[in-house]
């Protein structure tokens, strides 16, 4: 069953503990450069955590059109450049889309009782602000312009369906977003950032080339 989300819900106001980014496995080229591939775009994943609250796992993925098809980045003797082809590529595509889902997941360092489990409900997704930044080095600077173009709730149903109405609901929650990014040098990394309204960071990432 599909909820789509009111455009009132707090967390349209603009989410994510780093983690590293997933492009492809790098490919040993010679012993002097390694090679790696971005065809799909790129893929990130991270978990996060609210205190007294669920933990849970976000997977993103960044593409824009064909952008990223046959986008290699080549770490050799003389630095780091990134091609397609024949063609150096510098900067980013005028706009990127950014697809991420999340969803509950275990807490790894918690021992919770049974029925004690929270879970991303809506109350809990009403506390949530996403916020996105372009980092370079260490320096972040506001991502302006961000664009929400789906926000949307699925009910996950339960293994054992005979009990459906004494188990709490469990929701994966789907969000898509299109990301100005003319000028912005492909070395330059978005992070994802969630917080908390008392400002707490649930969870943060960066999808970085």
Known sequence: MLLRL??????????????????????????????????????????????????????????????FQNLKRIDGASGTFFRRGNEVVTEFPERLNLSMVMYDFPCMDKIQQAGTRVFLNRAVMDTLRLRFYWKRGMDLRPATGVVAKRMQAELVSPYATQFTKELPEMYEWYFEFEVPSAHVPVTDSLVIMLRTTEGQIAARVAARM
Do not use: M
């Open 6 to 67: 009111h455009a009132s819900l707090a967390i349209a106001a603009f989410l994510l503990l780093a983690a590293a980014p997933r492009p492809a496995s790098p490919q040993p080229n010679h012993r002097e450069k390694t090679v790696w591939n971005y065809d799909g775009g790129i893929l990130v994943e991270t978990e996060g955590s609210l205190k007294e609250g669920p933990c849970f796992r976000i997977n993103s993925k960044v593409t824009s059109g064909d952008f």
